[in-house]
């Protein structure tokens, strides 16, 4: 089983919808929760970074995080063509333990 | 948020040849390194972590003398992919912490070896 586990997708929205992405997680000393935006042939973008159980919002993004279940969420609102691209959730145990634990990425594919 | 640049973005090679690819980071200062490979179409993969004024602590299966790394500043490391052969193309990524516990990656560099 792996540490980090999401479903790679492909997942196709129209314009305007709600896109929700998940991630699942094994290891209970993962303390800190990214999400990273990945364009084709380009590096990972940081999108949002959580420590805490709950919700955090920016923008059309919320992240979610939800420690007793091992559960994260990222959730795109009024989703544009420009959001379509690969997410990838990221964890790390912190306390200066930088490694991070990365998800397989979902492509997303938001149609005009 | 923090800058990470990589260069080249791209490099073409021959066979046998080695090639080096730089990490930077802009604006802050980083002890710490990653090395990043990606396959197209799936995630990255940790090669290496590569620590400022000491060697680099690699990944199991990653082969310290294949892939060479210094970390010679505190904003410079580098990736030196030696006697490069085709399986060796790929995607290479690096990253740096920020703060406490996330991570600013560069833009990546596409490797291709002929």
């Known amino acids: 089983q792996k540490e980090v586990e999401q479903d790679p997708g492909p997942l196709s929205v129209p314009e305007g919808a709600i896109v929700s992405l998940n991630c699942t997680y094994s290891n209970s000393a993962f303390q800190y929760f990214m999400w990273y935006r990945q364009y084709s042939r380009k590096g990972p973008e940081l999108l949002m970074y959580t420590y805490s159980s709950g919700n955090k919002e920016d923008g059309r993004f919320t992240a979610q995080v939800d420690k007793s279940s091992k559960y994260i969420s990222l959730f795109i609102r009024d989703s544009q063509p420009s959001d379509s691209a690969t997410y990838l959730c990221?964890?790390?145990?912190?306390?200066?333990?930088?490694?991070?634990?990365f998800g397989a990425g979902t492509t997303v594919t938001v149609r005009a | 948020g923090a800058v990470v640049s990589q260069h080249p973005s791209r490099v073409i090679c021959k066979s046998g040849t080695s090639v080096k690819i730089e990490c930077r980071s802009l604006?802050?200062?980083?002890?710490?390194m990653f090395w990043y490979r990606q396959f197209p179409k799936q995630s990255l993969m940790l090669m290496a972590t590569?620590?400022?004024?000491?060697?680099?602590?690699?990944e199991q299966g990653v082969e310290k003398d294949k892939f060479l790394i210094n970390h010679a500043s505190l904003t410079l490391s580098t990736l030196t992919v030696t006697s490069a052969h085709p399986e060796d193309s790929s995607f290479y990524i690096c990253?740096?912490?920020?703060?406490?516990?996330?991570?600013?990656f560069g833009p990546g560099t596409r490797l291709t070896v002929l």
């Open positions: 990221a964890m790390s145990v912190g306390s200066n333990d930088y490694k991070l634990s």
């Open positions: 590569s620590n400022e004024g000491s060697k680099a602590t690699y």
């Open positions: 604006d802050f200062q980083a002890t710490t």
């Open positions: 990253s740096a912490p920020f703060g406490s516990d996330t991570q600013y």
